[in-house]
């Protein structure tokens, strides 16, 4: 971390500016976000960089190797199981946690790996308002591998487009009006005129998928997917279609991807950067509990997730097969702020475009915890944690 950059931003801090931070993202979608936004960006070394980017090399070459998806396919749930699966995901994104060795360095550690959207046109505005409310030397940059700001908006149009109508092209959610990423949305229609549709109002005439707009009915062609379907189970009846039915539509990512690249994937990865981790019916040796911490596979933003393992916790759980072991890793409060020193992850956006061998890291978000847990929903009532952005040494 760049020690100099820090405290020079400490130094000029204010309330008054934070506040005026804070109301440029609601002007540009008339509602607040539903996360906190922390009052700093994080600024990141080349040689820290540097090691997330190896790191996250390694994982992709698992993710590319000719067996991933033979490996990978009893991750997904046979009644979420969707039809017309492509090659590759278009977009997926890598969590690193900024932690401390046991040699006492500051590394990058793998927290988790998801094959789905994150908020890709929320963090464009990101950068922009965040360069606005503080200085960012120019070698520094919030965008990876030559991108920039003009690259990376060609980019997203380009991989959710496809040439296709803005109309034929949807945001598909479960109730996007609910969703504590719904400025998101708003920001991918300001961006890229594509409307967000709730799953619930899709029709169908047997191959082709319909959402309505100003009663209108719209045939959809491409679906920019942000529906975790395990999350509304519970809600199926509301929904008017097969949801996994065979249709003349294109994923963006594919459906499958959610499970192939997840908690699922952790217990396959191996690296310096890669905590070990144990899918929990496979688990035979006897195993340090305390350095351990109980996922579940199928779970979002942190829910489920036990970090006081024992022996009585396992024996409760009646699938372990959908439940992993993974080796702890110990969050390292580098960032220091007026208010005492928190704890950092970073989110690595990662882009994989038809005519590309492999995907790309391009852009990122950050997010700042005081807790145990980095989610903003773990640190509620607290100043300088949350959401933000990190900008990296340039080589």
């Known amino acids: 971390m760049n020690k100099q950059l820090r405290e020079a931003f400490n130094q000029t801090f204010s309330k008054e500016h934070y506040e005026n931070y804070l109301n440029q993202f609601e002007s540009i979608a008339a509602i607040k976000p539903g996360f906190r936004i922390a009052e700093t960006p994080v600024f990141i070394d080349k040689s820290f960089k540097k090691l997330m980017l190896q790191a996250g090399e390694e994982i992709i070459d698992f993710i590319c190797s000719p067996d991933f998806k033979a490996l990978t396919e009893k991750s997904i749930p046979e009644s979420l199981k969707f039809a017309n699966e492509d090659d590759y995901p278009q977009m997926m994104v890598i969590d690193f946690g900024i ?10 550690k793998l927290i988790e790996l998801q094959g789905f959207p994150s908020l890709f046109a929320f963090q464009y505005y990101s950068d922009f308002f965040t360069r606005n409310y503080t200085t960012i030397p120019d070698n520094y940059d919030s965008y990876l591998n030559g991108f920039n700001s003009k690259s990376y908006l060609e980019l997203l149009n380009d991989i959710l487009l496809q040439g296709h109508a803005k109309e034929n092209v949807v945001l598909l959610e479960f109730q996007p009006e609910k969703q504590k990423t719904a400025i998101d949305f708003i920001c991918t229609e300001k961006l890229f005129g594509i409307k967000t549709v709730c799953v619930t ?3 169908t005439d047997g191959k082709n998928l319909y959402y309505c707009n100003q009663d209108k009915t719209i045939k959809i062609e491409i679906i920019f997917n942000r529906v975790i379907f395990e999350d ?3 809600n199926l009846s509301s929904i008017q279609i097969n949801i996994n039915g065979n249709y003349d539509v294109q994923w963006i990512p594919h459906p499958n991807w959610f499970y192939r690249i997840s908690k699922y994937t952790l217990p396959f990865l191996k690296g310096e950067c890669i905590p070990e981790s144990y899918f929990l019916n496979e688990v035979k040796q006897p195993l340090a509990l305390e350095n351990y911490v109980l996922k579940p596979l ?3 933003a942190g829910s489920g997730v036990l970090i006081d393992v024992t022996a009585e916790a396992i024996d409760n759980i009646t699938d372990p097969e959908n439940w992993i ?4 890793v110990h969050y ?7 208010e005492g020193s928190v704890k950092a992850e970073v989110r690595l956006f990662y882009f994989w475009k038809k005519e590309w061998k492999r995907p790309l ?3 990122n978000l950050a997010r700042l915890s005081k807790g145990d847990m980095i989610g903003t929903r773990y640190n509620k009532e607290q100043n300088w944690v949350g959401g933000t952005i990190a900008y990296f040494e340039k080589d």
Request: glycine fraction near 4%.
């Open 232 to 234: 509304i189970k519970n």
């Open 325 to 328: 072991l993974q080796e702890k």
């Open 298 to 300: 199928f779970s979002y």
């Open 361 to 363: 890291a391009v852009h």
């Open 201 to 203: 109002t899709l029709t």
């Open 99 to 108: 932690c401390k060795d046991e040699r006492g360095n500051i590394v990058p």
């Open 332 to 338: 390292e409060p580098c960032i220091a702020t007026p």
